[in-house]
Structure formats: structure tokens, C-alpha cells
């Protein structure tokens, strides 16, 4: 079968392959991936940065975001049948403890995760995982379940935010939103926080008010700024950073207002340092700081409900976000993106 591999910590290893076609062993399913979604973590192991190959072996298989059909099971899988459609999972124990529902707190080094490390993505013609980490998708949600990894992470996130946040006191009202970045994760945050009622929300960006960033944004009720962030009036009750960048997650937070919750969803790899000085004194107003990568299978299970609910309050804009397609032969073009990309997907068969 015909895989798109990489070599990890080898810079710029990425090729197609051809790899031996896997079999579901007991408790595993063999599926046969539809469309795999890319993102910045897939650069950085393109990068060398980071990554591990299954034991014993060379090569990884990319590709951790991703809807598929079953196609055979492995002996004891009663949860899932043949021709189902599910999302998988990310995250496998190896020695962590933690029930099925907790994996995204595995301690590090106790886990293995499809596409990144010791266990093969499914940017592949066939895959096997484990059955009881799949999470099953309605046929009208087949053409954006794509985008469930990466919705999870948002919904942990915000659910996490809009939980603390009320924990403190019952009387919590936020209003006002800043979402920073309109990437595939800032516009995901867009959606989720529409669909919980939120209507003054504020995207910054660097696109001009022109670009498909900028129009998706208002077209679902939101504001768009392409703009320095201090250009942006007031303060906010809830901040979602989504962009990666130390600076834009120190802007961030000098923008949330007293009460306030921060939700942090970038990974930080540039290697910058701020002063967090003039933040401290600020920080005694009873503010909060979340952070979320990895997701619970209940993060999965609530992205496929918002996918359904937000194709049925927004028509195609949902699937406006993923705007490059290509074949698994044209693979390269996939892992190439530019300011104007959102999502990127490799499609290996027909919706």
C-alpha cells in the first residue's frame, strides 16, 4: 500500500512508500482512511524536530487528524462494525494508568500517539487502531469530520474555560470574546463559540480584510482585525490564542479583562521570551490561564456533535475551512501551505 512517510529527526524525509498492508490484530479494526488532515505538527516532524517511529522500524507514518471507513475487524470488536465511519483517536497508553476518558493527562513518556510518536498515522490507504478508541460519525458530517482532531483540542479548551470559569462563581456572565489567529484552530474556536451563544466575538489577524479569513469571520456573525492587537478596544472575558506565537500569547493575555479566562492552543516553538513583568501585578484580578493540546475521546464525541450542529446553523461554511485538497500522489503540495490555506487535506477516496 502507498503510504506518505517520513523518517523522524532525519530533516526533510518525507516521500511516498510503498508499505506492507497492516491486519487488525484482537481488540483492532483495519480501516481505510477517506481524508487526512494536515497541520503544523506534521511540519515540525518534517522539520526533524520531533517523532518516533513504531519499534523496530524506520519509518513513520504521517497523518494523525483523520475520518475513515472500517473495513475489517479484528476478533473481539463488538463497537464498531464494517462500513462504519468513525474518527480515531490520537493518544495510546503504553504505561499510563489513567482510564480511557483521562489519556490526554498521561504523564509524557507513557503514551504513543498515531503519526507522531511509535505508532503509524493514517496517511495511508489502510491503518489499524484500536477499536476502542474510535469515535463514530454520522453520513451528513462525512465531508468536515476531518476536522474533529482539531476541534477537539478547541473543545477541551473552551469546555475547560467556560467550566473554571463558572466554578469560581456561579454568577460568571462573559460576554466579550478575542480569538487570536483565524487558522484552522482560531476559525474552529470561531465555530464552537457561536454555537454556545457568544456574539461579540473579535478575530485579529494579519490577512486583509479582503481574504477568505476575514470574510468567513464575518460571515458568521463575528469581527475581523487585521491589526496590532493594542488597536482593539477594551478588554475581554475570554481569550483563546491560537496562533503559536510567545508574542501573540503575551498579547493575549494583556487583553484579558479582571474575571477572565485565557485559553492557550498554540504550540510555542520559536524559541522568543517575553517579560511577563508587567503582568504580574495585573494578574492578582482573579484571572485564569488554560492550556490544552492532546484531547479526551468525550472532546472527539463533542467535535462531531458541534460539526453536525454548525453544518445545520452556518450551510457550507464549515467546509469552506478546508481549502486544499489533493490526491495522496500530490501528497507534497498537501504539506505546502501559505497565509491564505486554513486546512489542508490529502483525500484518499471519494466522499
Known amino acids: 500500500m502507498k503510504a506518505v512517510t517520513v523518517v523522524p529527526l532525519v530533516k526533510d524525509s518525507l516521500a511516498l512508500r510503498d508499505m506492507p498492508k497492516p491486519s487488525p490484530k484482537r481488540g483492532q479494526v ?13 511540519k515540525d516532524i518534517i522539520e ?68 507522531i510518536w511509535y505508532l503509524h498515522g493514517f496517511a495511508a490507504e489502510f491503518a ?12 451528513e458530517a462525512i465531508d468536515v469530520a476531518v476536522l474533529t482532531e482539531p476541534l477537539s483540542i478547541v473543545e477541551k479548551g473552551i469546555d475547560l474555560a467556560l ?22 484552530i482560531g476559525m474552529l474556536a470561531l465555530m464552537v463559540m457561536r454555537l454556545r451563544g457568544f456574539t461579540d466575538i473579535t478575530v485579529t489577524a494579519t490577512r486583509p480584510y479582503d481574504s477568505l479569513k476575514a470574510k468567513l469571520t464575518r460571515e ?17 472575558d475570554i481569550v483563546i490564542e491560537a496562533t503559536g506565537s510567545t508574542n501573540a500569547a503575551y498579547d493575549a493575555l494583556r487583553r484579558l479583562g479582571a474575571d477572565g479566562v485565557a485559553v492557550l492552543l498554540g504550540i ?19 484571572k485564569l490561564i488554560i492550556g490544552a493540546t492532546n484531547a479526551s475521546i ?12 454548525a453544518k445545520l446553523k452556518f450551510g457550507g461554511w464549515v467546509r469552506k475551512l478546508i481549502t486544499k485538497e489533493v490526491t495522496l500522489d500530490e501528497y507534497e503540495y498537501a504539506y505546502n501551505w501559505g497565509h491564505e490555506d486554513i486546512k489542508s487535506v490529502i483525500q484518499l477516496k471519494s466522499l
Open 30 to 42: 483495519l480501516l481505510s482512511p477517506i481524508e487526512v488532515g494536515v497541520c503544523g505538527t506534521d
Open 48 to 115: 526533524g524536530r520531533y517523532g518516533a517511529p513504531p519499534v523496530g522500524e524506520e519509518y513513520l507514518i504521517l497523518g494523525h487528524e483523520a475520518v475513515a471507513e472500517v473495513v475489517e475487524l479484528g476478533d473481539g470488536v463488538d463497537n464498531v462494525g464494517v462500513g462504519d465511519l468513525v474518527v480515531p483517536t490520537v493518544r495510546r497508553p503504553t504505561t499510563c494508568t489513567l482510564p480511557i476518558s483521562e489519556l490526554d493527562y498521561c504523564p509524557r513518556g507513557t503514551y504513543a500517539e498515531h503519526g
Open 128 to 139: 489499524v487502531t484500536d477499536s476502542q478508541y474510535l469515535v463514530k460519525v454520522p453520513r
Open 163 to 184: 467550566r473554571l470559569g463558572r466554578a469560581r462563581f456561579e454568577s460568571w456572565s462573559p460576554r466579550r470574546v478575542l480569538i487570536m489567529g483565524a487558522g484552522p
Open 220 to 236: 458568521i456573525g463575528a469581527t475581523y482585525v487585521n491589526t496590532n492587537v493594542d488597536q482593539v478596544n477594551g478588554d475581554f
Open 268 to 286: 510555542y516553538l520559536d524559541g522568543k521570551t517575553v517579560n511577563m513583568g508587567p503582568l504580574l501585578d495585573d494578574w492578582r484580578r482573579n
Open 298 to 309: 468525550r472532546a472527539f464525541e463533542m467535535g462531531v456533535s458541534d460539526l453536525v450542529k
